[in-house]
């Protein structure tokens, strides 16, 4: 089945600086969202992009995309304490299904 | 904005006890998901349904899993007889009939299996 690998698994930055995730798909899939799990909630879309974009930007955070479509990552810029949470990168390939990665667990320290 | 609604919030249940679970998806939605989350795990995808029926499961959703949508409003999961390793938090999902959109989680359904 599809799987998805996504570094690192916990990341600390200071307030203020970037933070970026890395993932991996191993399957064809053509539509990657990025979500944003707080502490006992479900998982919030907070940006995504298609096979046919290689980047996509909105406010503080990108999404990057290379053409094989099979490393995707995620950018957050002047990160602030509230930045902090799980953030699932995911991949969709034929059908609806997402596979989910392992998840990073990011502290912005102030 | 719309949302998609999970009831119970925390389920505390014995070993072999059925349990049901109950979402309600965004009204216009047309696709439902069912997804696990063991304590600290990736969140993984349990069973997909389209159409009154099932259109994709996963290995996790054996024979002692089921979904229906009853009245056209709920979706419910359930494990017939619950197992330790069941204890996790299950979110519902629903995507929009266009499949190219968002798929809308709802806060999630903690199981305790004791």
């Known amino acids: 089945g599809e799987n998805v690998e996504q570094h690192p698994s916990t990341l600390s930055v200071q307030e203020g600086d970037s933070a970026v995730i890395k993932c991996t798909s191993d399957?064809?899939?053509?539509?990657f969202p990025w979500y944003k799990q707080e502490l006992g909630k479900g998982p919030q879309l907070i940006i995504d992009?298609?096979?046919?974009?290689g980047e996509k930007k909105d406010q503080r955070i990108a999404v990057t995309l290379n053409k094989t479509a099979k490393h995707f990552s995620l950018h957050i810029t002047e990160t602030q304490p509230e930045d902090s949470a799980v953030y699932f990168c995911?991949?969709?390939?034929?059908?609806?299904?997402?596979?989910f990665g392992g998840g990073t667990r990011v502290l912005v320290k102030p | 904005e719309p949302e998609v609604t999970q009831t119970p919030s925390h389920q505390v249940t014995q070993m072999g006890q059925e349990v049901i679970l109950r979402c309600v998806p965004i009204?216009?939605?047309?696709?439902f998901y069912w997804y696990r989350q063991i304590l600290g795990q990736k969140v993984e995808f349990l069973v997909s349904?389209?159409?009154?029926?099932?259109?994709?499961k996963s290995e996790i959703f054996d024979d002692q899993f089921s979904v229906e949508r009853p009245d056209g409003s709920n979706f419910t999961l359930k494990i017939r007889s619950t197992k330790l390793e069941d204890s996790a938090m299950y979110f519902c999902?629903?995507?929009?009939?266009?499949?190219?959109?968002?798929?809308?989680f709802g806060e999630g359904s903690r199981l305790t299996v004791l």
């Open positions: 995911a991949a969709k390939a034929a059908g609806n299904k997402l596979t």
């Open positions: 999902a629903s995507l929009d009939r266009a499949r190219t959109g968002e798929l809308f």
């Open positions: 992009i298609r096979s046919n974009v």
């Open positions: 009204s216009n939605h047309l696709y």
């Open positions: 399957s064809a899939s053509n539509y």
């Open positions: 349904f389209y159409n009154n029926e099932i259109s994709e």
